[in-house]
């Protein structure tokens, strides 16, 4: 079981920058994969970063890819989402994912393998 809470959202405007922290309960933080998901407005919870257990690897949505970077602290648990060069198309809620899924490969890109999820945290980029 773990807890996960967001923190970082906010209003930024296109061109800035956010980042976006995901504080982890409990003392078995290193044993999940991690990411980001974001729900804009009419649209489905989308992924937008992986992050594999030791961090060793990472993966992107191409919407992101070369702009946001996800990275993780198993010392401190959290797991951090660098946000740069923002788009209004970024706007949305931000939520925290947890999984304890394990499969082939280290990145898990679909909302149901994920296990526990923050509250989310409001990103909104003005034009």
């Known amino acids: 079981q773990v807890e996960l809470v967001e923190s970082g959202g906010g209003f930024v405007q296109a061109g800035g920058s956010l980042r976006l922290s995901c504080a982890a309960s409990?003392?078995?933080?290193?044993?999940?994969?991690m990411g980001w998901f974001r729900q804009a407005p009419g649209k489905e919870r989308q992924f937008v970063a992986g992050?594999?257990?030791?961090?060793?690897?990472?993966d992107y949505a191409n919407s992101v890819r070369g702009r946001f970077t996800i990275s993780r602290d198993n010392a401190k648990n959290t797991v951090d989402l660098h946000m740069n060069s923002l788009k209004p198309e970024d706007t949305g809620v931000y939520y925290c994912?947890?999984?304890?899924?394990?499969?082939?490969?280290?990145?898990?890109?679909?909302?149901?393998?994920?296990?526990?999820w923050g509250q989310g945290t409001q990103v909104t980029v003005s034009a």
């Open positions: 994912a947890a999984t304890n899924t394990y499969s082939p490969g280290n990145i898990y890109y679909n909302a149901p393998d994920y296990d526990y």
């Open positions: 409990g003392r078995t933080f290193s044993s999940y994969a």
């Open positions: 992050i594999s257990r030791s961090g060793v690897d990472t």
